[in-house]
Every structure is written in structure tokens, then in C-alpha cells.
């Protein structure tokens, strides 16, 4: 990643000119266009004007083929235009998407791919959907390194991950943030659903938190425990394996329940551990009623336990299937 300033159009050879004067322009990274913007790739911070934004992109290096280039190589346009253009970097691992049209050309994407880009070792392809309570998905190797386990970093953090063992998606990695911005010193935090703990780390590596991180999947355990002696959290987490209806604490201030197909079935026990304090519930909503019905169900939980809740936040997080998303409610839960 590096840093750019995005530049309206109308303005951008003066703003080029005076970046190139000031030595601030970075010759050897490829420009970047977006709409009516144009992203100079910078060398260093610098201000010409509120009304140009400093913002982190990802520039090419100048010289090097971009993963549409290679695959320009050997697909046609309307080949071109059905290769997924999302794909997933885990650590030095990608996981894409091939559509069964352009199955024969697969381990060519695959090798484009990380030709395109240098840090990826392995390439593995999504050979399946996230299935079944430990929500695992069957992958395919294409290309590189066949070893499914990598070291991944986020917000300064360090996941060991084995991507054909465990969930784990770096896209989350904006909702992680969010939830630690709510969080305060002093919390006793219980992550229902912590895979190998990116929530559960996070926050315990940010705020002086007492975390109980639990799973039901072995080999998310595993990993859990070593993710948390790697950064160094020992103390402030504790890894918990089984269902959590048999192994959560019984009492703490927030809960996480990141299981989005499933999560509402555990709701009743959030509300038993959270007395008074917030529940993050994440579930998956159709276009057509993304809050109400999900907003109703907390309240009815709610009530069962009789207990005031209160939504503080309703937000999408991400599109999930054709025309359904997965959302979030911050849920406030008072006596
Ligand atoms: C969608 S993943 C989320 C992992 C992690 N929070 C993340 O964001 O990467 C859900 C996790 O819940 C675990 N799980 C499913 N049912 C469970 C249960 N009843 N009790 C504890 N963990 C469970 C699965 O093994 C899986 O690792």
C-alpha cells in the first residue's frame, strides 16, 4: 500500500506539475484513474489545498503487467469481462473465483494473478460455498504453493490462518476497526464465534479488556492459541473450545456474535451474559428488509428476558449472495 492525491480531473497536470517540482511525485508507480479523479502516487505526504485528499491505494509499479494485462494474453473481451475481479489475499495466499466457463484456462488466471501480484506464493480457487457449522469452504489448488497455511497481518495484528480449515475473510477487516472504536478500558468482552481471533486479538491488543474468545472448531482453536501467544495477549484473552452454549462466561460487558447464518438462535444467550452493555449481533438480511425484521427479533428476545434494548446502530456490512447482505445491529441490552 502506498499514498496518493486524488486530484479532480479539471486539475490535474497543474497539480502534477507542482508534485514534480516538489519532488513529492512517485515516478516509479503507475498513476491510478477513478471517475472524475485522478490518484498521483506520492513519495511523501504534501499539502497543495483542502480540497485534494491524501488516500492509501495500492499503485503498480511502472513496467510490471497488471492482472488484466496477463489475462488479455489468453482470454478474449467477453471472456475477459466474466473472470471475477475480486479475489482474496489471505497472508502471501489468494483465493478466486473461476466460473465454470473459463474452467479450462484456470491455473492461467491463477498464474496471471500472482504474476501480477509478487507477494502471492499459492492461488487457490473457492471449489465450494462456506458450509456447515465450523464454516469451512473446499478449495482447489491452482498455482504455487500448496500449503494452506499462511500468516496474515491486519491493523498490526498477526493471524497464523489455514484457509481450508477455518473461516476467516479479510474483508471484515473495516468492521473489526469499527468495533474497536466502540470498546473501552475495562470491559470484559465475550467473542461467541472468534475463529482464529480476529476480533478477540484486536481488541485485546488495543484496550485493556479481558476477552474470552470461543470456538467450536478444533483447528480454529489451535490457531487461536497460537495467534494470541504471537501477539503477545495472553493475558488480557482466553481461548475457550466448544459450543458456546456449553463454555461462555457468564457474565460480560459486550458480545460478538459474528455467525451470521446461525447467530440469531444464540441471541437468548447473548442477552443472558450481557446484563447491561452491547450486543453486536451480525445476521444476513434480504434487499427487501434489511433492519425491521432482524430489529423485531431483538426486541421480542429482549422482551422474553425481560430486559430494554436498544438499537444503536443498524449498518450493511458487506454483500453476502445475490440480493442479500450481511448486516450488523449494535445492540444496547440495560436491566
Ligand atoms: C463466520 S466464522 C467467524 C470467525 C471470526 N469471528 C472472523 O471474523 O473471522 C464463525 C465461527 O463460529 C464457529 N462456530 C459455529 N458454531 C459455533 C458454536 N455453536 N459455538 C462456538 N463457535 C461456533 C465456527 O467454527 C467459525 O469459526
Request: net charge positive; aromatic share 8%.
Amino acid at each position: 500500500m502506498g499514498i496518493g492525491l486524488k486530484v479532480p480531473v479539471k486539475d490535474a497536470e497543474e497539480v502534477k506539475k507542482k508534485l514534480l517540482s516538489t519532488g513529492a511525485f512517485y515516478k516509479g508507480r503507475k498513476v491510478k484513474y477513478h471517475k472524475n479523479f485522478v490518484i498521483f502516487p506520492l513519495k511523501k505526504k504534501v499539502y497543495l489545498g483542502d480540497e485534494y485528499q491524501i488516500v492509501e491505494e495500492d499503485f503498480q509499479k511502472i513496467g510490471r503487467k497488471s492482472f488484466r494485462e496477463y489475462l488479455q494474453e489468453f482470454l478474449d473481451s467477453e471472456e475477459l469481462k466474466k473472470v471475477h475481479r475480486s479475489f482474496d489475499i489471505i497472508g502471501d495466499l489468494a483465493i478466486i473465483e473461476v466460473p465454470d466457463e473459463l474452467r479450462i484456462h484456470e491455473k492461467r488466471i491463477a498464474e496471471s494473478l500472482a504474476k501480477a501480484h509478487k507477494n502471492i506464493k499459492g492461488v487457490f480457487k473457492k471449489a465450494g460455498a462456506v458450509k456447515g457449522d465450523l464454516r469451512t469452504r473446499e478449495l482447489k489448488h491452482l498455482w504455487g504453493q500448496k500449503s494452506t497455511v499462511t500468516l496474515h497481518r491486519e491493523h498490526g495484528c498477526l493471524f497464523r490462518v489455514d484457509i481450508a480449515g477455518v473461516y476467516f475473510s479479510p474483508r471484515l477487516a473495516y468492521e473489526r476497526q469499527r468495533i474497536l472504536q466502540q470498546v473501552r478500558d475495562g470491559e470484559v468482552i465475550v467473542d461467541f464465534f472468534a475463529g482464529v481471533g480476529p476480533f478477540s486479538i484486536l481488541l485485546a491488543k488495543n484496550r485493556d479488556v479481558k476477552v474470552y474468545a470461543i470456538d467450536s472448531n478444533p483447528r480454529a482453536y489451535e490457531l487461536l492459541k497460537e495467534n494470541i501467544l504471537l501477539n503477545k495477549v495472553a493475558d488480557k484473552v482466553t481461548a475457550l473450545l466448544g459450543d458456546c452454549r456449553q463454555v461462555a462466561p457468564e457474565e460480560a460487558d459486550r458480545a460478538i456474535m459474528n455467525l451470521p447464518l446461525h447467530s440469531h438462535k444464540y441471541l437468548d444467550l447473548a442477552f443472558d451474559v450481557v446484563k447491561d452493555g452491547v450486543i453486536h449481533f451480525y445476521t444476513v438480511s434480504p434487499e427487501e428488509d434489511l433492519f425491521t425484521s432482524k430489529e423485531r427479533l431483538v426486541m421480542e428476545v429482549a422482551e422474553e428476558k425481560n430486559r430494554k434494548a436498544t438499537i444503536l446502530n443498524r449498518k450493511v456490512v458487506r454483500p453476502y449472495a445475490p440480493r442479500r447482505y450481511h448486516i450488523v445491529l449494535d445492540v444496547s441490552v440495560e436491566d
